[in-house]
């Protein structure tokens, strides 16, 4: 069974400052899906990477993908209070099998 | 407004109690998902239909019967459900083999079982 993890699981941090949040998985995978779910909504879809050194970009979240090292990172330029949320990744598996991260909650201080 | 709805929002059974979950996506796509979401443990992919047919069951107990009439429409039907099994229920669809692989969620039936 494919494994995914995240880290860190929780992050508090000021605005302003970078972070970045990991996701490792086990098994060879060319597709990873990044999720934000802001407190009691569903999950909504930030980006999908499928190949091998894709990046994506939107607004403050930057988004990419080494499947040679099964590593995705999620990375946050000088964070705002609106980006706290918790946010997932999910590996895709022998197509429409998805295992997600266990999820790392932002939390970004005024 | 992600195209995805369930009903019920929110729904209390006993152990003995039978009840059914709908999921609706009005976004034209193929395949469809009930995902489960507990407090302490990663969103759990339970069953995965495409086109109508089932082609993924996670080693869900039996006590969770999907049905999926049509594309649009995903179903769970509940039956002599444990305590245990009180969770966060999302369904999710997304376009399947043709288009972007992006999955669209619901807004999830938050379900306790006493």
């Known amino acids: 069974e494919l494994k995914v993890e995240q880290n860190p699981l929780f992050l508090s941090m000021q605005e302003g400052k970078n972070y970045t949040i990991y996701c490792n998985y086990s098994?060879?995978?060319?597709?990873l899906y990044w999720y934000r779910q802001d407190p009691g909504k569903s999950l909504e879809s930030l980006f999908v990477?499928?190949?091998?050194?894709a990046v994506k970009q939107e607004g403050r979240l930057m988004a990419s993908l080494d499947t040679k090292a099964r590593l995705s990172t999620l990375h946050i330029t000088a964070a705002v209070h609106d980006l706290s949320a918790t946010y997932f990744c999910?590996?895709?598996?022998?197509?429409?099998?998805?295992?997600f991260g266990s999820g790392t909650k932002l939390n970004v201080k005024p | 407004e992600t195209g995805v709805t369930q009903t019920p929002r929110h729904l209390v059974m006993g152990m003995t109690n039978k009840k059914s979950l709908k999921c609706e996506q009005h976004?034209?796509?193929?395949?469809m998902y009930w995902y489960k979401q507990s407090a302490k443990k990663p969103l759990e992919l339970m069953f995965v239909?495409?086109?109508?047919?089932?082609?993924e069951n996670n080693s869900v107990p039996s006590r969770f019967s999907p049905e999926c009439p049509n594309s649009s429409h995903l179903f769970l039907h509940l039956h002599t459900l444990q305590p245990e099994d009180s969770a966060l229920y999302l369904c999710?669809?997304?376009?399947?083999?043709?288009?972007?692989?992006?999955?669209?969620f619901g807004p999830g039936t938050r379900l306790l079982v006493l």
């Open positions: 976004l034209g796509h193929n395949a």
């Open positions: 098994t060879t995978s060319d597709r």
């Open positions: 990477l499928l190949s091998n050194g």
């Open positions: 999910a590996v895709e598996y022998n197509f429409n099998k998805f295992y």
């Open positions: 999710a669809s997304s376009p399947g083999k043709t288009g972007l692989p992006t999955q669209y």
């Open positions: 239909y495409n086109f109508k047919e089932q082609t």
